[in-house]
């Protein structure tokens, strides 16, 4: 059978872990990897990972090609979007979290790949898809989004609760992870909100998310009664996602529980997963799904406001997602 070919434009965390998961799957073949920093640095970064450990193969760079075990995929170092040439490439995986707008990513079909995946929340004439919440609904755009990996997170909890209970508003807080558009030191920072500007190591900043504005696309009797924040915590790695919403119907913490289990060994399996012990953030790096249910936490108060709590590595349960995507769209 004929493997899916992807390119990956943007070899940063996501692009990284997106690839240690396709360079596994016999089913995909990774043609190629284009970003603007050094080739060694490159293979030096995907060998070596603070957070993932070492890559348990040998990764070598030499003529411009990154040999991985025995696989060969060509390495390209090009600013130009339109300098790049697509020979048979089914899927442009866009990981620069640069290009989101339809009109920067239709060269990229105007140079031969059939279909361009963008790794995070893209402009609002793309259309988005996450597995497991709408996933069917996709018919063969050449350029779509999958969306964040906070959205990836939520989407799936929020479309449960929908279906059985009827969300009329939600305030959602992820206690996230830093990420390198933070700062290690307090310096300056090009970014709107301030606070960015401070250590990342040291300090709970509170950010700016666009998880609100993604939920809205997928509930929009919901615009306008979505509230969400990003707060940035000391950690290296995994966020926990405090969601509360108001609900039509009444139900209580054993109901509410008993379905996202059945759900997550059904229509859910591979997104959303059950934490079955008292466990930490760290517990879940490296874990696949797109959120995992604390459901010790699940609290209902007067039957109608509900909390619950969910985890995720947002880096590597999101790159997992992803790669769904990648095969489900080819």
């Known amino acids: 059978m004929r493997k899916i070919r992807v390119f990956i434009n943007g070899f940063g965390r996501i692009g990284r872990a997106a690839l240690r998961i396709?360079?596994?799957?016999?089913?995909?073949?990774v043609v190629g990897i284009n970003d603007i920093y050094d080739f060694k640095q490159m293979a030096t970064l995907f060998k070596y990972d603070s957070i993932y450990g070492s890559y348990h193969d040998s990764?070598?760079?030499?003529?411009n090609t990154i040999m991985i075990g025995a696989k060969r995929i060509k390495l390209y170092h090009e600013k130009e979007p339109s300098k790049l040439h697509f020979e048979d490439v089914d899927i442009l995986l866009q990981c620069t979290g640069i290009f989101l707008s339809k009109e920067a990513n239709s060269i990229y079909l105007k140079n031969g790949a059939k279909?361009?995946?963008?790794?995070?929340?893209?402009?609002?004439?793309?259309?988005?898809?996450?597995?497991?919440?709408?996933h069917q609904e996709y018919q063969e755009q050449t350029i779509l989004s999958n969306s964040s990996c906070s959205a990836n997170?939520?989407?799936?909890?929020?479309?449960?609760?929908?279906?059985?209970?009827?969300?009329?508003?939600a305030s959602m807080s992820m206690f996230h992870s830093?990420?390198?558009y933070q700062s290690l030191l307090d310096v300056k920072h090009y970014s709107k909100d301030i606070r960015r500007s401070r250590s990342a190591t040291q300090n709970i900043q509170?950010?700016?998310?666009?998880?609100?504005?993604?939920c809205e696309k997928f509930f929009p009797h919901l615009k306008g009664k979505l509230y969400a924040k990003s707060i940035r915590l000391p950690v290296a790695a995994c966020t926990l996602y405090d969601i509360t919403l108001t609900l039509s119907k009444k139900t209580d913490k054993d109901t509410v529980n008993k379905l996202f289990t059945q759900k997550s060994y059904n229509d859910f399996i591979d997104m959303l997963d059950i934490?079955?012990?008292?466990?930490?953030?760290?517990?879940?790096?490296?874990?696949?799904?797109?959120?995992?249910?604390?459901?010790?936490?699940?609290?209902?108060?007067g039957g109608d406001l509900l909390k619950v709590f969910a985890w995720q590595d947002n880096e590597y349960g999101y790159a997992y997602q992803l790669v769904r995507m990648v095969k489900h769209i080819s």
Do not use: C, W
């Open 22 to 29: 396709m360079i596994e799957d016999e089913a995909i073949e």
């Open 59 to 63: 990764v070598l760079v030499e003529n």
């Open 206 to 214: 509170p950010l700016v998310s666009s998880a609100a504005k993604e």
């Open 153 to 169: 997170a939520i989407l799936p909890i929020m479309d449960i609760i929908e279906k059985s209970f009827h969300i009329e508003n």
């Open 115 to 134: 279909k361009v995946l963008i790794s995070a929340p893209a402009e609002a004439d793309i259309p988005t898809f996450v597995m497991q919440v709408n």
């Open 275 to 301: 934490a079955h012990d008292f466990s930490v953030s760290t517990d879940f790096i490296g874990n696949r799904h797109g959120a995992i249910m604390d459901l010790a936490l699940t609290q209902v108060v």
């Open 178 to 180: 830093y990420t390198a």
